[in-house]
């Protein structure tokens, strides 16, 4: 059993981590003081190649894993969680899908720019009453002609204000519960789409959230995204993959957290030594190491198993899960172990604080996660 990244991965990392440390770190607080997207950051992204990483390099991707996609999902959560939530909703949930199930010339026109960078996408599965019971969906699609009729509202949709598509799923067989949903490529150019609200949160300002309100959009009969009535399975295999990122994401966070306050505590002196001499603080330091860890490894291993072809429900779930509850734990910390300078914004930990507290939510919650993991083990 080799840990050791190879030479290419390592080497991505480092670009990345590079363009994190240079480029991003410096306005991460300010974006999300002004709620701004940083569409500048995400073209400088597109020049590194990395806007599509896992994805073939037959359709403009870099031609990665998901290992490699999950270190720099990683990295860029490591500075900024809003720019890593929209970097891993726009490569995991709007561009793989298209290249997992889409004909190729669904890849040619709408992957290709995604994998480019030449825009952002967005995918549209949860609805203002369905919560965790995803599949309870009332947004709709109607065959008239040639062409598919979509009607509904979809909510807490990343991305969806400044993309350049976004992948909608509807009901087109009312009645038929999993298998009477399916996915749809939607312009947001589209007459009849709209943007009906962009909503402010508790963290990850800088990563729009927004509400869709689909009005008789009507879309060419080539735009659905496999069969009719396969979207629920392409929603599940999707989730495999966007659960890791979710983790790498968690796992960025809790790192970037950990960092400042390490740094915090051999700086700050208190009683004539550094306050991480003393042994409550040097013991939280040591528990929120060996967390993230623990999580990077599971991460990493779900990745890995993952690109070796291998169902991966249990172990993405199990990654997202531990990552997220780890990520919120080490932040808290972090927070506390700066003290009064941590409840201020002029100090990172606050600002992971709150993107950390999402992770529990997104992608599914911390506690349909255990229901997964107890599908998986029989219960």
């Known amino acids: 059993m080799d840990f050791t990244l190879p030479d290419e991965h390592r080497m991505i990392r480092e670009t990345v981590r590079d363009f994190c440390e240079e480029e991003i770190a410096p306005i991460a607080q300010d974006i999300e003081d002004e709620h701004r997207y940083p569409a500048e950051v995400f073209d400088e992204l597109a020049r590194l190649d990395v806007m599509g990483v896992p994805i073939s390099e037959e359709y403009g991707g870099l031609g990665g894993d998901q290992l490699m996609y999950a270190l720099v999902t990683e990295e860029l959560g490591r500075v900024s969680g809003s720019i890593g939530l929209s970097y891993a909703a726009h490569v995991s949930l709007a561009s793989k899908p298209i290249e997992l199930f889409g004909t190729e010339e669904q890849k040619e026109r709408w992957l290709r720019p995604l994998a ?19 599949s309870d969906m009332d947004t709709t699609a109607e065959r008239n002609g040639d062409e598919w009729v979509l009607n509904g509202t979809k909510q807490f949709i990343t991305n969806a204000n400044v993309a350049g598509s976004v992948l909608v799923k509807a009901v087109t067989e009312p009645g038929a519960g999993y298998d009477g949903i399916s996915t749809f490529i939607v312009d947001p150019e589209d007459d009849g789409f709209e943007i009906s609200a962009v909503w402010d949160k508790m963290g990850l300002n800088a990563s729009p959230t927004c509400e869709i309100t689909l009005s008789d959009v009507r879309i060419p009969e080539d735009r659905i995204l496999g069969e009719p009535g396969e979207g629920w ?15 790498a994401l968690s796992v960025g966070l809790a790192q970037g957290a950990f960092e400042a306050a390490l740094s915090y505590a051999k700086e700050r002196e208190q009683f004539g030594q550094p306050i991480g001499e003393f042994d409550a603080v040097r013991d939280m330091l040591v528990a929120m190491d060996r967390k993230i860890e623990r999580a990077r490894l599971l991460t990493h291993k779900a990745a890995v198993k993952y690109d070796e072809g291998e169902d991966v429900t249990r172990l993405s779930s199990m990654a997202k899960l531990d990552a997220s509850e780890i990520s919120r734990e080490v932040a808290e910390d ?43 083990l029989g219960l």
Request: no cysteine.
């Open 116 to 134: 480019t960078g030449e825009y952002v996408g967005s995918w549209a599965l949860t609805e203002p009453g369905s919560g965790s019971d995803a």
């Open 233 to 247: 399975d392409q929603t599940k295999k999707t989730l495999d993959g966007g659960r890791i990122s979710i983790a």
């Open 334 to 376: 972090a927070v506390q172990v700066l003290g009064g300078y941590g409840y201020t914004t002029d100090f990172a930990p606050q600002r992971f604080f709150r993107d950390a507290k999402l992770m529990e939510i997104g992608e599914g919650t911390s506690e349909i996660q255990r229901l997964v993991l107890g599908r998986e």
